[in-house]
């Protein structure tokens, strides 16, 4: 029913007679010859099914979905196939919310991405003429109209999302948006740290308790607000323990992540106790009067923040709960602290772990101590701890020493060497507790070590009797030292 056709330069074509008897081609250009028997195979079942009225068979009939638009064009021209329906965008828009099933709030969030999409590309652009090139400019567009880098990301992966939903349908052969970077990435110079001072300051200025309830859940309980602010009762505190336990809405399709419990932090109770004494008989809710969720918290927070004189900082509600877990960051174990916040240990260093002006202070001031030279002291000084210990008999000699007295090198209950702080640099040691030393009744040799992989040479001799000397460089550190003395 068909044939095969090689063309010059490797270009093949098909030829078939049409149901009408006219002879007809189908050019395919530089393929290999197994693809061009594949395209044959489905032209014929094509070709069968017009003849006889069926639709064709299933695999064809997928093949004729994942199609491109080239050769799909190519099987319409010569009435194998009806042309492709293009879908407008808008019409697929509303499609595509119609079928989805979300929060309210995912709902207004993804709503921005469907309106930039409109105004861009107009309600009537078909789907299949939206090309890479179009979702790259739609991208730069954004970005140009001032949205801040990480809201051109969120908004570009949930395009992504939806021509992906295209794609499924059958609507596009492919995802044009499908490359467009959509990551979040962690703008640091957002970051703020809101101490202490700053937050009486703000707590003083609230207008009610349950403004202060509202700030102070936010920073030093690292609730997310205004969701998890919201869905707080009465009956999820628990006094008694002294746990609070949090719902959150925008975890919970993770496995156990709908809720999490967090301790009553000091700062907490006293405003929590407050409100609870001023909430109405048989109220559920521990938050009642903004519970709309038009109402804009952060305009309103601003002006608390402006009447407080202070500057408002970026990402108000979102630094309140990156600086509690920085906080809680300095005195529990991160795991502890990732499940009182609610996020994990790589969004945490990410997003919202912050170094401070304090840990600067701090470090400058020699509140930091490097690991290694401590714990090579603790495994020096019990060595060090039994070098005052005098030889069999009970008695040093003396002359042993050059006419010296022993020295006491021993270590108080605290490690400390404070008794070999004096005004000698130095002195002469002991024949017992240090390395590689070795007594003999004239005094001190040494041998020295070589180093690893060294060949001495043969010649070389080394004389005995060279005293060895331990110069104090500082607390903790003893040198043994070889004088370079002729003897």
Known sequence: MASIVNDPGGRKRILFTAPDGARKAVRLGKVSGKQAQGVKLHIERLLSGKILNQAPPEDTAYWLTQLDDFLYDRLAAVGLVDERESMPLGAFLDEYVRNRDVKASTATACGHTYRNLREYFGTEKPLREIAVRDAEAWRTWMADSGLSKNTVRRRSGIAKQVFSTAVKWGLIPANPFKDLKAAVVAVKEKAYFVTRTEAEKILEQCPDVEWRLLFALSRFGGLRCPSEHLALRWGDIDWQRQRITVHSPKTEHHEGGGTRIIPIFPELRPILLEAFERADDGAEYVVTRYRDTTQNLRTQLTRIIRKAGLEPWAKLFHNLRATRETELAESWPLHVVCSWIGNSRAIAA????????????????????????????????????????????????????????????????????????????????????????????????????????HTPNPRTKYRPGRRIVCQIMMPRSICLQTPRTRQ
């Open 350 to 453: 990410k997003h919202y772990l912050q170094t401070t002006d304090d840990h600067y202070q701090r470090a400058a001031e020699g509140g930091a101590k490097c690991g290694a030279p401590e714990a090579q002291n603790e495994a020096q000084q019990p060595a060090a701890m039994t070098s005052n210990v005098p030889p069999e008999g009970g008695q040093y000699d003396t002359q042993t020493l050059g006419g010296q007295d022993p020295i006491d090198v021993s270590l108080d209950n605290s490690g400390n060497c404070d008794n070999l702080r004096n005004d000698n640099d130095l002195r002469l040691l002991g024949a017992v507790g240090f390395e590689p030393t070795k007594a003999h009744a004239n005094g001190f040799t040494a041998r020295p070590l070589w180093p690893l992989g």
